[in-house]
Structures are given as structure tokens and as C-alpha cells.
């Protein structure tokens, strides 16, 4: 999703207002041709919203609940749930959570695994969505933005979800409204407000057979998938076989 390119100059006027367009894209990283092209457009991307922001110390969060389609962000904003918190942590951090526990290896004594991977990961969007899904959610994010369930499908399978849709499906699942934009890499963690070792209480609340159970999910998901490029590449191969 896009923001209009006059609400955004209001909203850079508001927390640079001596910055000129040269000052701004050097302090935030933005090459100075995508951001004047965004403008012509009259369409400016979330994401260089959120640039700015980091740029000027500023919650990209905040920031971005001044602009009418994330007024939702405003806070206080709703804790993320147990699930989306799991749903956040790597197929490999649940594997080394699993080994750690006693009951797989009793000798190792509940020794600790390595410190979390940083979110988001390979599979974060679709996992998290899975997370908060009761079985109607994308039916109702369907519905209420009117994009085809096969094309949101198809954002999902790619790990990606634009942030509109992310807001989107929070608000149909009936969760707080920053975990798909942690999910999606466009916020952090700690820019969401998600508490200090929030997905690793998370995890250690799982019971060893939930954890177990979550981490063959998992590893079945993954198989698919694998078994799936394989096949795309065996079919691959034989077409160019055939053209000799």
C-alpha cells in the first residue's frame, strides 16, 4: 500500500521542517530518484515512511498511525498473542528448542539453546497468519478488501504480505495490529512494543509436546515444499532435455 504523496510532505514538514529532500534521503538511506519519482506519482511507499522515521528517531509505528489507512496503530495497542509470538519463531530456533528440552535428551539437563533468530523468517508471514487463523480469516480479509483468496494464497506461499493486507487480516483475526508488519520485516519487534524476551517466554510456555508437535508441523510443511522444487526442477531439467 501506498500513502498520498501531500499527506506525507505534511507529516515530513511536522518532523523536518528545515530538512530539505537531499538532507532527508541522505540521513535515511533513500536514493534521492525513488523518492522523487514517488512523489510525481503522487504515491509514496510505507516503507520509506518508515525509513524517515528510524532516520529521525522516530517509532515508524507512530509514525505511521498519523496517516488515515493505520490509525489503528495508535496506541495502546494489544499484546500479541502466544501464538503469533511461536508463529514468529524459525522452523531451526524450534528445532534447537526440541534438542535442548530433557525429555529428548535427558543427559543434556535442560541446557539452554542458542538466543532466538530475529524476526521475521522464511516462513514468518504464512505462519503467523496460520497462527491467528480460526478458519474464516482469510475469507473475511477477502471480503473486506476484495482481493482474490487464490491471490492473498499466493502472497502468503511467497512470504510476503503487503502492509495493508497485513492490517487487514490483524483486524479480521481480531488481534493487535502490528504483528503481520513484524511478520512482513516492515517494523521490529521492539518498534511494535512487544515486551523483552516476548517470543522466548513464549516458547518456554510451550509443554514439550507442544513444542514437539509445532516443530513436526513444521518439518511437514517444509518437506512439501522441497518436495515440491524438486519436482519443478526434475520437470525443468527434462524440458531442456527434450530441446536438446
Known sequence: MTLPAK????????????????DVCRVSGIKRTTLAQQL????????????ISRAYNINP??????????RSLAGPLPSPTRNELVSQIS??????????????????????PPPLSPAPHATSVKNWVDAIDD???????????????????????A????????????HAAGVGPTGGLVATGLITEEEAGWP????????????????????????????????????DQAQTEKIWENLG
Open 7 to 22: 499527506a506525507f510532505q505534511r507529516w515530513l514538514q511536522g518532523i523536518a521542517p528545515d530538512a530539505s529532500t537531499a
Open 40 to 51: 510525481v506519482r503522487g504515491k509514496v511507499a510505507v516503507s520509506t515512511v518508515v525509513s
Open 61 to 70: 509505528v507512530a509514525a505511521l498511525a498519523t496517516f488515515e489507512p493505520y
Open 91 to 112: 522452523t531451526a530456533d524450534l528445532l534447537r528448542a526440541v534438542l535442548a528440552r530433557p525429555a529428548m535428551d535427558p543427559a543434556a539437563g535442560g541446557k539452554s
Open 135 to 157: 478458519g474464516e480469516v482469510r475469507h473475511r480479509v477477502s471480503a473486506a478488501t476484495g482481493i482474490a483468496a487464490q491471490n492473498y494464497s499466493a502472497q502468503l506461499t
Open 159 to 170: 512470504n510476503r504480505l503487503s502492509p495493508e493486507l497485513a492490517i487487514a487480516t490483524s
Open 196 to 231: 523483552p524476551g516476548a517470543r522466548q517466554g513464549a516458547l518456554d510456555s510451550l509443554s514439550d509436546g507442544d513444542l514437539t508437535t509445532l516443530a513436526g508441523d513444521r518439518l511437514q510443511a517444509l518437506g512439501k515444499v522441497l518436495r515440491r522444487q524438486e519436482q
